[in-house]
């Protein structure tokens, strides 16, 4: 069992930068992949992010290619994504979430573990 608590959300103007954490319980955490997802409203669920166990590949979305960085602590057990360059399209709710396999990172339903989501808003 994985419980994630994320944080570091809140509102920044648009150009600005936020770092999202996401906090792990469980011995297990260095064996997840983990991935950072976000929702706005009315949209599905979209791939953000995601790192290897091993934190040596990084996987990102195309929207946040070279502004979003992942990275993770696993002496921590704690992973982070450092947004920089925000646009007011990054609006949502970011999620990160852990997963056991690593083969569809881009595919929500595959991930095992959820936090519960802390809210980024870019304002224009």
């Known amino acids: 069992q994985v419980q994630l608590v994320e944080s570091g959300g809140g509102l920044v103007q648009a150009g600005g930068s936020l770092r999202l954490s996401c906090a792990a319980s469980?011995?297990?955490?260095?064996?997840?992949?983990m991935g950072w997802f976000r929702q706005a409203p009315g949209k599905e669920r979209e791939f953000v992010a995601a790192?290897?166990?091993?934190?040596?590949?990084?996987y990102y979305a195309d929207s946040v290619k070279g502004r979003f960085t992942v990275s993770r602590d696993n002496a921590k057990n704690t992973v982070y994504l450092q947004m920089n360059s925000l646009k007011p399209e990054d609006t949502a709710v970011y999620y990160c979430?852990?997963?056991?396999?690593?083969?569809?990172?881009?595919?929500?339903?595959?991930?095992?573990?959820w936090g519960q989501g802390t809210q980024v808003t870019v304002s224009s």
């Open positions: 469980g011995r297990t955490f260095s064996t997840y992949y």
């Open positions: 790192i290897s166990w091993s934190g040596v590949s990084t």
């Open positions: 979430a852990a997963d056991s396999a690593g083969l569809r990172l881009w595919v929500p339903k595959e991930y095992d573990y």
